[in-house]
């Protein structure tokens, strides 16, 4: 099993800019995750889903949009990038009431 | 609201047992502790979790408070690979959602 992937690893975009960071597990878990964590900071939750079409909102909701169509995809929306974005995001999949695994990252820098 | 409280940084010698406290003072009866770490700046690792008696596993032990508002990561022998920021997160039982803190960051030290 490939666990959680991330793509792509790093990316840089412009203000304004918009893209999707994508996310996939293999596990067949039903919860999935979107963290953000600033230089320093702990991790912050920033979109979670409980199963395919049911999203809710995290801690720092704000400039991204998610979609949950399938079990194993949950890609995370910058609809326009804006420097207070740049960060490294993480993805995460658990079962339910089960430890969540991680996805290795990945690293946006919002010029 | 933070939920968990937890030392900024700590030092440990290579070889002893490095004892991580965590405080949970608001926890409710229906929330886990759970422990991960992080390495330099890879996704997090689940290391232990428990909800009111202790636990051991081939990592960690995790010592809870009898009154549950407080506990103890302990890690018997550090090794310098053990270097990393420990978060300690409390989480209800019939939901999904982390809320990480800032960790304590831990340094083995040879």
């Known amino acids: ?111 | 609201d933070a939920k968990t409280t937890q030392p900024p940084s700590m030092d440990c010698a290579e070889g002893r047992a490095a004892n991580l406290p965590c405080n949970h003072s608001t926890i409710s009866g229906n929330e886990y502790v759970y422990w991960y770490r992080q390495i330099h700046s890879q996704g997090p690792q689940y290391i232990i979790h428990g909800l009111k008696n202790n636990e051991t596993n081939e990592m960690a032990s995790l010592i809870i408070t009898e009154d549950r508002k407080s506990s103890t990561l302990i890690l018997p022998h550090a090794t310098l690979r053990d270097t990393a920021v420990y978060y300690c997160i409390v989480r209800e039982i019939t939901g999904n959602q982390f809320y990480f803190g800032t960790g304590t960051s831990l340094t083995v030290i040879p």
């Open chain 1, 1 to 111: 099993n490939a666990g959680v992937t991330q793509t792509p690893k790093f990316q840089v975009l412009k203000t304004g800019q918009s893209m999707t960071l994508q996310c996939a597990q293999d596990m067949n878990h039903e919860y999935m995750s979107w963290y953000r964590q600033d230089p320093g900071m702990g991790l912050r939750l920033i979109h979670y889903s409980v199963g395919a079409g049911i999203t809710d909102q995290g801690e720092v909701p704000n400039g991204y949009n998610v979609s949950r169509s399938t079990t194993e995809d949950f890609p995370l929306r910058l609809l326009s990038a804006a420097p207070s974005q740049t960060s490294v995001y993480f993805c995460a999949s658990s079962p339910p009431e089960g430890e969540q695994f991680f996805g290795p990252g990945t690293r946006l820098t919002v010029l």
